[in-house]
Structure formats: structure tokens, C-alpha cells
């Protein structure tokens, strides 16, 4: 934050209410430098309140302290001495002096401690221009107890002899066995394509958990998913695929579609080719080509859309097309990492636009930067972090 002396002198001017015009303007034009500058000054505002608040409790207490002198006065006065009573009026008064000088002090200190003096860095805080995409691996989780690292770029292909990446190099020697249940976690800033057993294909979004059996049985074939995923079910008429998601049932024959669980508020299913049938607190919906299925307080319902705004991150893109600026944003954290932070009741804002998101960060905030969004990027306590001030 830039604190000179000269806008030091404008900041206690405007505490004390003596600003001219022409310093009026330059204040202003430092305010609007960034939001940060008027947190700071509102903070400083809150804290001479205070003070004028103190100041005035004081004077109320020197005239309590007064009349009950004036009442003391009126009766003692045949038993008192004349030189006793001054003493008493004096002490009194010097008392009130004493507290009056207090005030001033702890104000020249709060003055001094937030305006004068020089602004110590916090270690903890770090203003950041952009931040690299995450390199983290995904990990296979088997419910045997073994814990396997993969490479990203591979992709996985679950075979009946074991688990192996797209390209045929083995990853984990495994005996067919039904039981043999396998958990996939992605980690942010990454995406990962895997075949099942029965030729299904699904697409994970950054972190995301997956849990499957490594060996579909001949009577169902049932997943989990917890974050986004995009599947390419096989078709088996006679053994349905099924997909539990934060709540509801997704039933499938053979189909393509999009699940969205990361807002454990609302959750959407998305339907690109085929039919599905979802469930969930006894509810029953099926959907067509081009509609989507939201699951909020309880609710199934139902609209029309165009399936590529929820589906072009498998193309690694984040694609905004009138999107509202908390769905764009909870993308935007989900990929990168981001604890999104809305310092201000945010108005109504929508954004447009595409962008690859192998890009670093600060490509994707030139979207709000174009939308007039005004935010700060900052590391705090080991964590990115991104303020939205309107």
C-alpha cells in the first residue's frame, strides 16, 4: 500500500475535518488507487469515533464530578473548612485535568501508531501479481490400503489384469476381484481421463473424488462422485450404470453427460446425449438432450441449456457466456486453488469470455479486469487468496 508523507498529512487532515478543496481531490485520487487504500482509511475513521466518543464521556464525567462537588458544597457547609472544601474542588479538577490529558495521549498514540508511523510489513500477508497452475499428482486410493501416485499426463486404463496407464505401462499389478474398491483424487490445477472396466469413459475436474470397483459385477455398475465429472457410459441395456452424486441417483444405459457437486448447496447434472434418470428424496426426473437437472434444498427442477457452457472444461477452457460472477469465480478457485473472499455485497454481474486454462492466473483476471471487477490477490497464512471488493 502506498503511504507517503504527503498523503499522511491529508489522512489526519481529513480526521480533523480541515481539508481543502485541492486536497480533497488528491485524497480522493489515492483512494482510488486500490481498494486496500479505503479499508485503511474507513479503519482509521472507525478509531478517531472512538476517540471523539471517549472525549466526550469524559466531559460528562468532569460535570457529574462537578455538581456532586456543588451538592457536597451546599451541605457541609457549616461543618467544612472554606480552604478543605477548595482543596477537595481542586483535587477533583485535577483529576479531570489528568484524565483530558489521557485522552489526548492515547489519541496521539493511535495517530502515530496508524498514520505516522512507518507501516510494518506483515510477514503473513503477501500482495501477488499471479499464480502458477498447481503441480500436483492425482493419487489412486485402493481399499486394500495402498496409496498410488499417478502421472497426469498419462491418463488411466482399468483392464482386467490390472490397473495401467492409456499407453499400456502397468501402474499397479492387481487379481481380478470384485471386492477391490479404487477412490481417484485429483488436485487442483489438474484434470484426468480414465477407462473403467466396461469401456465407460469418465473425465475428472480438479479436485475431485472418484470411487469405483475396479471389477463391475454382473449385476450393477455403481460409482461415486464428489466435485465434476464427465462420463461416456457404455451402453448395457441390461446392466445400468449408475452414479451417486451429493444426494441423487443417476441411472444410465449408455449415454453422455455432465455432474456438478462442488456447491454441497446445489448441485447440477447436465445432459449432453441419451436419457438419464435421476432420484434423490423421492423425487424422480429424467432428462433429454440439452437439459439440465438442478438438486437444491431438497428440490429436483428442471430448464433447457446449451450443453457446452457446463462442459468446456474438458476441453481444458474456461468458457463464460452471461455467467454469473460467483459461478465463474467458484471455477476460477477450484482450478487455481483460490479461497474466493467477497469483501462487499456483490451486485449482479456477468461475465463473458474464453480462455485455455493451462494459462497462468492473471490471463484469466484480465476477464474481470474487463468487467470493471475490482480485486487484490494476496498469499495469507500459506493461502492464495482472492478479495472481491465489488
Known amino acids: 500500500m502506498r503511504l507517503t508523507e504527503d498523503i499522511k498529512q491529508l489522512i489526519v487532515k481529513c480526521m480533523h475535518g480541515d481539508l481543502s478543496a485541492v486536497e480533497k481531490d488528491a485524497l480522493t485520487s489515492w483512494l482510488a488507487e486500490s481498494p486496500a487504500h479505503r479499508i485503511y482509511l474507513d479503519d482509521l475513521l472507525q478509531k478517531e469515533e472512538l476517540m471523539v466518543d ?19 458544597k451546599t451541605k457541609t457547609l457549616a461543618t467544612i473548612h472554606a480552604q478543605e472544601r477548595t482543596i477537595r474542588i481542586h483535587r477533583v479538577r485535577r483529576i479531570m485535568a489528568y484524565a483530558a490529558a489521557l485522552c489526548c495521549f492515547v489519541l496521539a498514540g493511535l495517530i502515530y501508531q496508524f498514520v505516522w508511523k512507518p507501516s510494518a510489513p506483515n510477514a503473513s500477508r503477501v500482495v501477488l501479481h499471479d499464480i502458477e497452475l498447481p503441480n500436483n499428482h492425482a493419487e489412486i486410493r ?4 495402498k496409496v498410488i501416485q499417478l502421472d ?20 499397479q499389478s492387481t487379481v481380478p476381484n ?23 469413459q469418465v473425465t475428472l475436474n480438479a479436485k475431485t473424488s472418484f470411487k469405483y ?19 461416456k457410459v457404455a451402453k448395457n441395456k441390461k446392466v445400468p450404470f449408475r452414479v451417486k ?12 453427460f455432465n455432474v456438478n457437486t462442488y456447491s454441497k448447496q446445489k448441485s447440477s447434472t447436465t445432459l449432453v446425449e441419451g436419457s438419464i434418470n435421476l432420484l434423490a428424496n423421492g423425487q424422480q426426473m429424467q432428462l433429454k438432450p440439452n437439459q439440465q437437472a438442478t438438486l437444491s434444498e431438497g ?5 433447457s441449456v446449451d450443453p457446452h457452457n457446463y462442459t468446456a472444461w474438458i476441453d481444458n477452457k474456461f468458457y463464460f457466456n452471461e455467467t454469473d460472477l460467483h459461478t465463474a469465480l467458484q471455477a476460477i478457485g477450484q482450478w487455481y486453488d483460490l479461497q474466493i473472499i467477497y469483501k462487499n455485497t456483490i451486485k449482479e454481474t456477468y461475465l463473458y469470455g474464453e480462455i485455455q486454462r493451462t494459462k497462468s492466473l492473471s490471463a484469466v483476471l484480465e476477464i474481470l479486469k474487463r468487467s470493471n471487477i475490482q480485486f487484490e490477490l494476496i498469499q495469507e ?6 478479495l472481491i471488493f465489488n
Open 213 to 231: 470397483p475396479l471389477q463391475f459385477t454382473q449385476y450393477q455398475r455403481l460409482v461415486e462422485v464428489d466435485g465434476e465429472a464427465y462420463f
Open 178 to 200: 470384485v471386492d477391490l474398491i479404487a477412490t481417484i483424487n485429483t488436485p487442483a490445477g489438474s484434470m484426468l481421463q480414465i477407462t473403467l472396466a466396461d469401456g465407460s
Open 299 to 303: 428440490r429436483l427442477s428442471q430448464k
Open 381 to 386: 497464512n500459506d493461502t492464495n487468496k482472492l
Open 142 to 145: 485402493l481399499s486394500n490400503g
Open 245 to 256: 452424486s451429493n444426494g441423487q441417483l443417476i441411472e444410465v444405459t449408455g449415454t453422455e
Open 54 to 72: 471517549l472525549k466526550q464521556w469524559i466531559l460528562i464525567q468532569e460535570s457529574d464530578a462537578t455538581d456532586w462537588n456543588e451538592r457536597l
Open 152 to 171: 497426469n499426463g498419462k491418463g488411466v486404463l482399468v483392464t482386467s489384469d490390472g490397473l495401467k496407464y492409456a499407453d499400456g505401462s502397468l501402474i
